[in-house]
């Protein structure tokens, strides 16, 4: 019957089946439309976008009209001996998923009977007739992951193989806890937990954990698999895998951290826990399309990094001083800059952490809330449902708060409530993305915001950066680039022993193991609140705090810890030589 009448048929629009088997109105067909324009997509993409429309119905509508039996792959299983007839290139390829060979004749699901070239091509490369059944494309794509995914025979021995000669040492049970439910009636649990995958993420994992990595990269290239350890801010390979893991690996990932499985076109973001060692961490779990498939980034998030005390943080001891005496204020706003990755989150944290007390009403709202704080009420941006930093901030004001911590001021309309909060007896801590300390001051300034508003509410600021700390197994002494001792006007000193790790098996032959923070504090004193209010620049702000409360700028930060053998000078550079 499908052959006959697709014939006939063929070039019928989606658009007129869905009004014809009743799945959308006249009325939802002029929305669907009115979306297919403005966002130039197919038609079917744009019915499911506006939500009148789901996968299911669409392949059951197209079932209806052109008389082809609708097949739910949830609850079907298939005949697993066709996998060795059918190969998964040619599955993936046409979208379709084998069910049963009877004689000559196999039949399929496919997401569209319309497909007449396609079907045509399977029934020319497998030399049989072709019997044409109808699903969801979700369900087909879910189906191939579970089938192909975990009975390739060969599978088992690869990740084996993987594990011991790449990964080897790290095959300790990982327990994985889902964060966010999965329904589990769109896939296979019970094939995946059973399937090699399940070993060769856990040992990723734990081998990440035990590393101290911070980022783990699945990246794809046209032939293999890239796996990439981010540690202590440097991006390194870890392991090559083959391209047959692509698919399962991607969607094992998915599934505990609560994607939808079958969407491979859009990003995604989701979240799990993993506990080892009786210690529990969150990954933050991002996807993106790309040429060769799904990218994955996971954020590893350790607990301990929420509760870190500010003196674990690389603060001389004249900065912590200052910084605490802005923390310990009743009032004001306390600005932390810096670009991303320079470790402004775990700082805030940690001055949190310093004046959390069963007294106080502490209130933060972050994009996303990384860690979950005791005593701390800790509300997330919605962008999507209007829940933007301003949004929230209203609301707060509105909770009795006597501590506030927005995760970054974004606009001129966040930095306002913030000032109205502060000049209102609240404490406001906050981040800006700046060079510098003063830089800071700037910023708000061209956002909108009235120095004399800045100079009235901002009570402190602290520029910071993330520098390597030396390896404590294989430093030794050495003598900078004369061109560095020059930049560092450090030429002329005699006096000054520099420390550099020569790299071992510790520090991955890097010389480097671990992070510390470069800090410069500057304090909002009336000289420095007249020069806001004057609107002069960044310079001469930095200049008179360096005369009048003794500032020191990162780079004068960084250098105090290379004479304390902590790092080394051409890390300093690299990190803070633009500031």
Known sequence: MIQNEAKKESRVKLADILVSEGVITEEDLKKCLDEQKKSEVPFEQAALTTGLATRESIANALGNYYDVPYVDLDNYDIDTNILKVVSERLARKYKFLPLFKITNNLTIAISDPRNLYGIDEIRDILDCDIGVTVSSESQILQSLDKYYGSTVED??????????NEFEGFDEDVEVEKIKEVDLETVSEEALERSPIVKLLNTILHRAIREGVSDIHIQ????SML??????GILYHASTLPKKLRNTLVSRIKVIA????????????????????GREFDFRVSTMPTVFGECVVMRILDKRTASMRLEQLGFTTESLER??????????IVLITGPTGSGKTTTLYASLNRINSPEKNIITVE???????????????????????????????????DVIMIGEMRDRETAEIAIQAAMTGHLVFSTLHTNDAPGAISRLIDMGVEPFLIASSVIGIVAQRLVRANCKYCTETY??????????RLHDKTDITFSKGKGCERCRKSGYKGRLGLYETLAVDNQIRDLIIRQETPHVIAKSARETQGFKSLVDDGIDKVENGLTSLEEVFTVASSV
């Not at 794809?220 to 032939?223: C, G, S, T």
């Not at 796996?227 to 202590?232: A, P, S, T």
């Not at 609560?258 to 060692?277: C, T």
């Not at 910084?323 to 009743?330: A, L």
């Open 479 to 488: 003598v900078p680039d004369e061109k560095l001792l020059t930049g560092a």
């Open 155 to 164: 599978l088992t021995d690869v990740v084996d193989d993987i594990v011991q």
């Open 258 to 277: 609560g994607m939808n499985i079958a969407e491979s076109r859009l990003p995604q973001d989701g979240r799990f826990k993993v506990k080892i060692s």
């Open 323 to 332: 910084y605490q005496s802005f923390i310990d204020r009743p009032n004001g």
């Open 367 to 401: 994009d996303p809330v990384e860690y979950h704080l005791n005593l701390i009420r800790q509300t997330q941006i919605n962008t999507k449902a209007g829940v933007t930093f301003a949004y929230a901030m209203r609301s707060i004001l509105r909770q009795d708060p």
């Open 220 to 223: 794809h290239e046209e032939d």
């Open 227 to 232: 796996i990439r350890y981010r540690l202590d």
